[in-house]
């Protein structure tokens, strides 16, 4: 069975940082395509950054500069590095995790940016 675990996320000020992280289990976790979602209140689940097998890094223009994702495929979990984080990056953000025409989603973790 297939599972997604996001953590990381917090109450943090503006300016800060955090790391957020989404370990897989079941999986052979290296051969998938690994993306971050957020969805904000009232709004529609956005794509925030996304890495391929390879690699490959792709981002929404709203965080370019600002964050970050990586993945360790030792450990089958993705990251997303966010610095001078801003109120407008509050959200729930999601992994997912996808091949082809296949696709699973974590449960979210909340991150919150105010003073």
């Known amino acids: 069975q297939v599972q997604l675990v996001e953590s990381g996320g917090g109450l943090v000020q503006p300016g800060g940082s955090l790391r957020l992280s989404c370990t897989a289990s079941?999986?052979?976790?290296?051969?998938?395509?690994m993306d971050w979602y957020r969805q904000a209140p009232g709004k529609q689940r956005e794509l925030v950054a996304g890495?391929?097998?390879?690699?490959?890094?792709n981002y929404a223009d709203s965080v370019k500069g600002r964050f970050t994702i990586s993945r360790d495929n030792g450990k089958n979990t993705v990251y997303l590095q966010m610095n001078s984080l801003k109120p407008d990056d509050t959200a729930v953000y999601y992994c997912?995790?996808?091949?082809?025409?296949?696709?699973?989603w974590g449960q979210g973790t909340q991150v919150i940016v105010s003073s």
């Open positions: 079941g999986i052979f976790f290296s051969a998938y395509a």
């Open positions: 997912k995790m996808r091949r082809n025409l296949a696709y699973w």
């Open positions: 890495i391929t097998s390879s690699s490959s890094t």
